[in-house]
Nanobody, 111 residues
């Protein structure tokens, strides 16, 4: 299994981003997909999850109301849309399924 994230960028506070994670070698449509993040000098933390169909979504309190996780099974891709970004969202964002992790994509939020 290989997970490849993309979409990280430098954005200003209040901005938005959509992160992508494409999976290879995985029965994607049958898998629950998750996003985690690791902020500077902090432990890795769970951000959001989406189940296989019917795509039940759950979010951490830190991003609830500002994030939307969704999936395109035909493309074996899961997305994380983040709105109203703050400097506290600065982190490396990781895609996860089971014991597999992507390499991460950097999101930096500052003026």
């Amino acid at each position: 299994v290989r997970l490849v994230e993309s979409g990280g960028d430098l954005v200003q506070p209040g901005g938005s981003l959509t992160l992508s994670c494409k999976a290879f070698g995985l029965a994607f449509s049958g898998s629950e997909m998750k996003w985690y993040r690791q902020r500077p000098r902090k432990a890795r933390e769970w951000v959001a999850s989406i189940s296989k169909r019917p795509s039940i979504r759950t979010y951490s309190d830190a991003v609830k109301g500002r994030a939307f996780i969704y999936r395109e099974d035909a493309e074996s891709t899961v997305y994380l849309r983040m709105n109203d970004l703050t400097p506290e969202d600065t982190a490396v964002y990781y895609c996860n399924v089971g014991d597999w992790w992507g390499q991460g994509t950097q999101v930096s939020v500052f003026e």
